[in-house]
């Protein structure tokens, strides 16, 4: 069945660095993903998608890289901020499934 | 104003007993769903709603019984909970077009005792 997964469960980055989280997928039929953002005690929040025809796409400080040779997705934060601290998830989709498929969370922690 | 709302935020309750999560939607999505968030952080979807139609049921037991009023309400109620039904449940919306969107909310922790 179709899988996402994380590289790294955890990832610690200094302040005002630039942090990157990694996900891989197995499904090569998916042709939708989105990073989601969980803070403590609240639910899934958007950061960004990439569409399967796409290899990139940025936003306010973030970036999203497909790479669907080898099936894998990252987001790029850019100078991270204390507020940047929280669980992402990378999340698939394939056209006709109507469900988003989640993988395990990194959780993000700022080192002051 | 909240897009997508939850109640009860925290639900705590014993063993056996029939509880209902109430979730409602001011975004005009047509499809609604409910995810389940364990202890380790996975989300995995329960169900989703087309317009108050069942569209997905993955495989939960049938405690979990949605039901769907109209097509900006999705509840979730659960017969006879067991200890391994401790959770956050999500509830989420989607419009379901190019934009697919979904639009999360923050959530109802269940616990079982």
């Known amino acids: ?112 | 104003d909240t897009a997508v709302s939850q109640t009860p935020k925290y639900l705590v309750t014993q063993m056996g007993n029939d509880k209902s999560i109430k979730c409602e939607q001011n975004l005009g999505h047509d499809t609604m769903y409910w995810y389940k968030q364990d202890s380790k952080k996975f989300l995995k979807i329960m169900f989703s709603y087309n317009n108050k139609e069942l569209i997905i049921n993955e495989t939960v037991p049938n405690r979990f019984s949605p039901k769907s009023p109209d097509k900006a309400h999705l509840n979730l109620h659960i017969n006879s909970l067991e200890l391994g039904d401790s959770a956050v449940y999500f509830c989420a919306s989607s419009p379901r077009d190019n934009n697919y969107g979904y639009t999360f909310g923050s959530g109802t922790r269940l616990t079982v005792v």
């Open chain 1, 1 to 112: 069945g179709e899988s996402v997964g994380l590289h790294l469960p955890t990832l610690s980055v200094q302040e005002g660095d630039n942090s990157i989280i990694n996900c891989a997928y197995s499904n090569s039929a998916s042709d939708y993903f989105i990073w989601y953002k969980q803070e403590s005690g609240k639910g899934p929040q958007f950061i960004i998608d990439i569409r399967s025809n796409m290899d990139k796409r940025q936003g306010q400080r973030v970036t999203v890289l497909l790479n669907k040779t080898v099936k894998h997705l990252s987001l790029q934060i850019a100078a991270t901020q204390p507020g940047d601290s929280a669980v992402y998830f990378c999340a698939e989709e394939f056209f006709g499934n109507e469900k988003l498929t989640f993988g395990t969370g990194t959780r993000l922690t700022i080192i002051p």
